[in-house]
Structure formats: structure tokens, C-alpha cells
């Protein structure tokens, strides 16, 4: 009821194409927000999205909330090889900001320079 | 500002063993949490404190994991008896407050044999 699911799992690119990975949930979400985790790293906040349908970009990432707030996407423009890592969605136990958080599974994109 | 820290980076015991794991979150953040990460999953809450009290242990398997903050700073979580399953990294977060933007620590991997 609460997970959120990512897909895909895997993806391995070649530098320079692009990237996405989805978040989904059977339930409607207050909001979600999108960590990355570098290989033998720990996870680090990328960003939150709250809105219906928002979009946010952060140079070559662009986040989008769905109109629903029942899912959500990362989309990597032209990647490089420094965006190797796992990404993350989360969402939050409550109906605000607790920092109880439940992840996704997680997607994690290989980069081929 | 510094960032969370944690010890030790690695630990190895067996099975039936105990196991503690040290925490020091940034300097004024009043909410510290402890995630679990199992290779290959999402993060997953098992505590959260606010300042010195326990505000969701929900998750803690309590016959075996126990945490405390008893000055309201540092943290630990300690694990007794240890099973297979446990072996994971235990990763340390802390916010200012309001649940946004975890600062996640390198994390403490444990190995069960």
C-alpha cells in the first residue's frame, strides 16, 4: 500500500544518451523526493517534489511529479559518467516532512564513456 | 560543516554475536534517524529520534535491535544476538527539523557469518 516502485532496476547507457527512471505508487503521495547513491556510497538528496505535476530541473535533471501525485520521474539529459550511481524515489510515512522515509527499490544506471 | 559521522566503517562477527554501532549526527540537528540497507534495496527506517526521545521505533525489531540518544546528540544501535539476515549497512541520518533533506552518514557495514 505505501511502497513506492521504481523501473527499471538496471540501465546502462552510453555517454551522451539519455536517462529515466520512474516511480510509481498505488497510493496518492504528499510528496516524494529523489536521493543518489554513488557505488560503496550513501544516499544524498537530490530533491523534493510536492506539487501536482510540478517540474523541477537541476542542470541536466529534470524531476516531474504526475498530476495524480501518484508518480514521478528523473530524467538525465546527455549523461556523463559522474552520473553513475543508484537513484532513489522516497516517500514520506506522513503527511508532511517526518523524515520517515520509504524507498524504492532503486535504479541504477551504468554510464559506458 | 562537518557531516554525520559514523563508526566503525566495517564490522565482521558471527552469527549470535553483538554488534554496536556509533552515530554523531551534524552539529544542531535535533532529528536523527537509523536506516538499514540491505545490497541491492531501498534504505529502510528502523528508529527516529527527536532530540533525546524515541518518536518511531515502529520498525526495530526490539527483540534484538535496541538504540538510544540519551544526551540528545550522539546515538548508537546496538544489535544482540545477531542473525544472518542482519547483515547489511546501518546508515545514520540527522535534519534541522522538519523531516526534509536527510543528511545521510557513510554508514557502517555489517557482515554476519
Known amino acids: 500500500g505505501q511502497q513506492v516502485m521504481q523501473i527499471p532496476q538496471y540501465q546502462h547507457v552510453q555517454e551522451g544518451e539519455d536517462f529515466t527512471t520512474y516511480c510509481n505508487s498505488s497510493?496518492?503521495?504528499?510528496?516524494i523526493q529523489w536521493y543518489k547513491q554513488r557505488p560503496g556510497g550513501h544516499p544524498v538528496f537530490l530533491i523534493q517534489l510536492v506539487k501536482s505535476g510540478e517540474v523541477k530541473k537541476q542542470k541536466r535533471l529534470t524531476f516531474q511529479f504526475g498530476e495524480a501525485k501518484k508518480n514521478s520521474s528523473l530524467h538525465i539529459t546527455a549523461t556523463q559518467t559522474t552520473d553513475v550511481g543508484t537513484y532513489f524515489c522516497?516517500?514520506?510515512?506522513?503527511?508532511?516532512?517526518?523524515?520517515?522515509?520509504?524507498f524504492g527499490q532503486g535504479t541504477t544506471l551504468q554510464v559506458k564513456p | 560543516e562537518a557531516g554525520v559521522a559514523q563508526s566503525p566503517r566495517y564490522k565482521i562477527i558471527e552469527k549470535r554475536q553483538s554488534v554496536a554501532f556509533w552515530c554523531n549526527p551534524i552539529?544542531?540537528?535535533?532529528?536523527l534517524y537509523w536506516y538499514q540497507q540491505i545490497l541491492g534495496q531501498g534504505p529502510k527506517l528502523l528508529i527516529q529520534?527527536?532530540?533525546?526521545?524515541?518518536?518511531?521505533d515502529s520498525q526495530l525489531p526490539k527483540d534484538r535491535f535496541s538504540a538510544e540518544r540519551l544526551k540528545g546528540v550522539d546515538s548508537t544501535l546496538k544489535i544482540q544476538p545477531a542473525k544472518l539476515e542482519d547483515s547489511a549497512v546501518y546508515l545514520c541520518?540527522?535534519?534541522?527539523?522538519?523531516?526534509?533533506?536527510?543528511?545521510f552518514g557513510a554508514g557502517s557495514r555489517l557482515t554476519v557469518l
Open positions: 522516497a516517500r514520506d510515512f506522513g503527511s508532511s516532512n517526518t523524515g520517515k522515509l520509504i
Open positions: 552539529s544542531g540537528h535535533a532529528t
Open positions: 529520534f527527536q532530540n533525546n526521545g524515541v518518536v518511531d
Open positions: 541520518a540527522s535534519s534541522s527539523g522538519g523531516g526534509l533533506n536527510l543528511t
Open positions: 497510493t496518492t503521495l504528499s510528496n
